[in-house]
C-alpha cells in the first residue's frame, strides 16, 4: 500500500528495512550492547550493526540461542565482531553480573540499546518478586543503564563521539493503566490486566529515556536517549498472548512489518548521522513521532524515577 512506503522528513517510511537505514554508514570503532538479541528484531538489529563495523555485545538470556546468532552473524560476514552474553533482566542480580562482566572487559561503550521485552504475559512475579512485565521491560533495562551509564559518559568524553540510549517501546503504551504507572499497586494480582500491565511497562520505557534526557542535559553529558516503537511484528514475544492475530485482523495484512523492517527504527535511532543530538524523542516508522500526553509528562516521568531507584536499591 502507498501509505506503508511514503516517506517522513527522514526520507524513510514504515517498510525500509535496518539495512536501507544505515546504508553506507561505517559504525567501525563503535561498540553496543543488544539485550535480547537471541531473536527477533533484537537479533536483527544486531546483525546489521555488526555488518555496519560495530562491535556488538549482546545480552541474551538463552545463551544457546545467542551463540547460534553470533555463529550464524560470523558466519555471513567474517569480519563481524559480536559476543553473547548471558543476561536475565528479570532478575537484578544477573543485571548487575552482566554488567560488572561487561566492565571487566574494559571495552568503549557507545550505543545501549534496551531491546528485551516480554509481552501481555499472564500475572507471576520476577526473581526480585517484581510484576513480570514491569521487571523486564523496565525495571531490569532501567538498572543496566544506571549500572552502565559511568562507562557511556567516559566513552563519550574520550572518544568525543555521542552516546546513544535506545529504549524500545510499543504505541501499546498508550493502552497503560488509566494512570500511567501504578505506583502503590505495581504486584496487585486481583486488578492485573495481561495488556495494560505491557502498556505501562512501555509507558516506562518512554519517560525513563524523556528523564535520562533531562538529566543528560542537565549535567552536559554527551548522551542522547530517545524511544520507539518497531511496529507490529510477528516475533515469538507474542508467546503468551495472540494480541497480533486480532491486530493484524483489524489492520491488514500490509500493516505488519517482518524483522527486517522491525528492527530498522531502532538501527536509525542508534545509528543515523540525522538522529545526532536528537534527545528525548520517539520514534517511529524511522521519523520521529508523537507518543502520548502521559508518556510526555515529566512530572510522572521524575515521580517513575525515584520510585525505580528505591526498587534497585532494595
Not at 19 to 28: A, F, K, N, P, R
Not at 158 to 166: A, F, H, L, W, Y
Amino acid at each position: 500500500m502507498w501509505l506503508f512506503k511514503r516517506k517522513g522528513p527522514s526520507g524513510f517510511s514504515f517498510s525500509n528495512t535496518a539495512e536501507d537505514v544505515t546504508h553506507d554508514i561505517d559504525g567501525t570503532g563503535l561498540t553496543a550492547i543488544v539485550t535480547g538479541a537471541s531473536s527477533g528484531i533484537g537479533s536483527e538489529t544486531a546483525r546489521v550493526l555488526a555488518m555496519r563495523g560495530v562491535h556488538v555485545v549482546m545480552g541474551v538470556r538463552n545463551m544457546a540461542a545467542g551463540k547460534d546468532v553470533q555463529e550464524t552473524i560470523i558466519k555471513a560476514n567474517s569480519s563481524a565482531k559480536v559476543d553473547a552474553m548471558e543476561l536475565d533482566l528479570s532478575s537484578m542480580a544477573s543485571v548487575r553480573k552482566f554488567a560488572s562482566e561487561f566492565k571487566s572487559l574494559d571495552l568503549p561503550l557507545n550505543i545501549l540499546i534496551n531491546n528485551a521485552g516480554v509481552m501481555a504475559c499472564p500475572f507471576m512475579l520476577s526473581h526480585d518478586n517484581i510484576e513480570m512485565q514491569f521487571a523486564t521491560n523496565h525495571l531490569g533495562h532501567f538498572l543496566l543503564t544506571d549500572l552502565l551509564s559511568e562507562t557511556m559518559k567516559s566513552t563519550a568524553s574520550k572518544s568525543s563521539i555521542e552516546g546513544r540510549i535506545v529504549n524500545v517501546s510499543s504505541e501499546v503504551h498508550r493502552l497503560a493503566y488509566k494512570e500511567g504507572i501504578r505506583f502503590d499497586k505495581i504486584n496487585d494480582r486481583s486488578e492485573y490486566n495481561q495488556l495494560w500491565a505491557y502498556g505501562q511497562s512501555k509507558l516506562a520505557n518512554i519517560l525513563h529515556a524523556n528523564e535520562l534526557t533531562r538529566r543528560f542535559k542537565e549535567g552536559g553529558v554527551q548522551i542522547t536517549a530517545n524511544s520507539l516503537h518497531p511496529g507490529i511484528i510477528m516475533t515469538n514475544i507474542l508467546r503468551h498472548h495472540n494480541i497480533i492475530g486480532g491486530l493484524s485482523f483489524i489492520l491488514g495484512k500490509p500493516a505488519v512489518k517482518n524483522v527486517q523492517q522491525g528492527a530498522s527504527t531502532t538501527c536509525y535511532a542508534a545509528l543515523h548521522p540525522n538522529v545526532k543530538g536528537v534527545s528525548g524523542e520517539y520514534f517511529m516508522d524511522n521519523n520521529i513521532s508523537a507518543p502520548s500526553s502521559q508518556a510526555q509528562d515529566t512530572n510522572l516521568a521524575k515521580k517513575l524515577w525515584d520510585f525505580t531507584m528505591n526498587l534497585i536499591r532494595t
